[in-house]
């Protein structure tokens, strides 16, 4: 079946740092695939999505490409801010006859002021 | 932006008791999702529901289960008997559209002893 995979369960960073969030999926058909991000005591948000391969998803500074060659859609920021800590969601959906989100384990980022 | 809330935060029950989990979802919203996220793990699928009825469901959606949402009140996630394995936290989505973005509750924490 369809899988995701975030091989950091945790990140830590400085202000201004540079983040990078590996993402890897496996999937059977050509998924859209996802950033959700989830702040303490609520539930993940869409962060963006891409849903064709070279396509960039983007918002509030966050960055990800669509590879399709190598399966992957790592997130990006050039300089985080403490207000960024949160678990941010790697996740894909089946393009065709189904509406289900399969998710990564989540990424715990952390900034330090 | 559009909020989904979920009744309780947290309940603790008895193994074998019946456990009914709510969720008040996006007024517009016409399709309706469960997922449940054992801590450490990824959230996973259970089931979408739209216009009364089951859509998908995951194999994780036991005979247990069952979804409904009466007269366009709660959407409800009920399991009778309950089991240690279902202590996770259930998080209930809705989106306007098939295949549309998902907006997630904050989750209900079940614990079962």
């Known amino acids: 079946g369809d899988s995701v995979t975030q091989t950091e369960g945790q990140v830590a960073l400085s202000e201004e740092d540079f983040l990078t969030i590996h993402c890897n999926y496996s999937?059977?058909?050509?998924?859209?695939l996802f950033w959700y991000v989830q702040y303490p005591g609520e539930g993940p948000q869409l962060l963006f999505r891409?849903?064709?391969?070279?396509e960039k998803g983007s918002s509030r500074g966050f960055e990800a490409t669509y590879d399709k060659g190598t399966t992957s859609f790592h997130l990006r920021k050039a300089s985080v801010q403490e207000s960024d800590s949160a678990v941010y969601y790697c996740?894909?959906?089946?393009?065709?006859?189904?509406?289900?989100?399969?998710f990564g384990k989540g990424t715990q980022l952390i900034i330090q002021p | 932006g559009p909020k989904v809330l979920q009744i309780p935060s947290h309940q603790i029950i008895d193994m074998g008791q019946m456990v009914t989990l709510n969720c008040d979802p996006v007024?517009?919203?016409?399709?309706f999702y469960w997922y449940k996220q054992i801590l450490g793990q990824q959230m996973e699928f259970l089931v979408n529901?739209?216009?009364?009825?089951?859509?998908?469901k995951s194999k994780l959606f036991k005979d247990q289960f069952s979804v409904e949402r009466p007269d366009g009140s709660y959407f409800t996630l009920k399991i009778q008997p309950t089991a240690l394995e279902d202590s996770a936290v259930y998080f209930c989505?809705?989106?306007?559209?098939?295949?549309?973005?998902?907006?997630f509750g904050p989750g209900t924490r079940l614990t079962v002893l």
């Open positions: 989505a809705s989106s306007l559209d098939w295949g549309g973005e998902q907006y």
């Open positions: 999937a059977s058909g050509y998924p859209t």
């Open positions: 891409a849903s064709r391969d070279k």
């Open positions: 996740a894909l959906s089946e393009t065709e006859g189904a509406d289900r989100l399969t």
């Open positions: 007024s517009n919203h016409l399709y």
């Open positions: 529901f739209y216009n009364g009825k089951v859509m998908e």
